[in-house]
């Protein structure tokens, strides 16, 4: 009785042992931090949304002057003449938001382009994170920059290291991106003057708070 005791007993040590190397993380913020080609493609995406929303600006620009010039004449233009003018405003109006939708909405260029630039980066990472997962047994890996629900980390249970040497990467060597606005409005279609649409490109990965990049606990 006493032998099965102690069989069962290390049984469920052994079980429980198991069970905790199943479970891991990563913080794909600090991994997107030290891809060179991540830091290219945020660079890439800014600038062709920072061309985009200048265009979209001047065009409204152009609307409120003609619609200046318009009060402003109105009263001496004949019925005819109101009426060209007004449909003008209104077809300058439609063009404008006609851009603001193509390069800013919802699967408009911004959109496809953040595709085109960051989903094969994407790939990448989730590629080596099967492989270390697989090498490591584990069952599931987390996200911590994604899981708002994850309220405590352990970070001998960080493998977010193991992962970047799997890419060919030395962990710690963050990479600071340049002219990051810190928004994200990815399908945003604000007007000039409230702020620009679809700036939401640059997500900024900075290092982790409170863990040292160069010793991480979790490049086990």
Do not use: C
Not at 38 to 43: H, L, P, T
Not at 60 to 85: F, N, P, V
């Amino acid at each position: 009785m006493r032998n099965i005791f102690f069989s069962l007993l290390l049984t469920l040590l052994m079980a429980n042992g198991l069970s905790a190397q199943k479970f891991a993380y990563v913080d794909s913020k600090y991994i997107l931090s030290h891809v060179p080609e991540y830091q290219e493609a945020q660079k890439t995406i800014n600038k062709l949304s920072e061309n985009w929303q200048k265009d979209i600006e001047a065009k409204y620009e152009t609307i409120e002057k003609l619609e200046k010039a318009y009060q402003a004449e109105k009263i001496l233009l004949t019925e005819d003449m109101r009426k060209k003018r007004e449909e003008e405003i209104v077809e300058k109006r439609k063009e404008a938001k006609e851009l603001q939708k193509t390069k800013f909405g919802v699967d408009g260029e911004l959109f496809q382009k953040r595709e085109e630039l960051i989903k094969p980066i994407q790939d990448q990472i989730y590629t080596a994170i099967q492989e270390v997962a697989s090498q490591s047994a584990l069952m599931v890996v987390f996200d911590k920059a994604n899981h708002s629900n994850l309220l405590y980390t352990n970070p001998k249970h960080d493998i977010s290291d193991k992962v970047l040497r799997k890419m060919g990467l030395k962990p710690g060597e963050v990479l600071e991106e340049e002219g990051d606005e810190g928004g994200e409005e990815e399908d945003g279609q604000k007007a000039p003057g409230g702020g620009s649409p679809g700036k939401g490109g640059s997500e900024k990965a900075p290092a982790r708070g409170g863990e040292k990049s160069p010793t991480r606990g979790g490049g086990k």
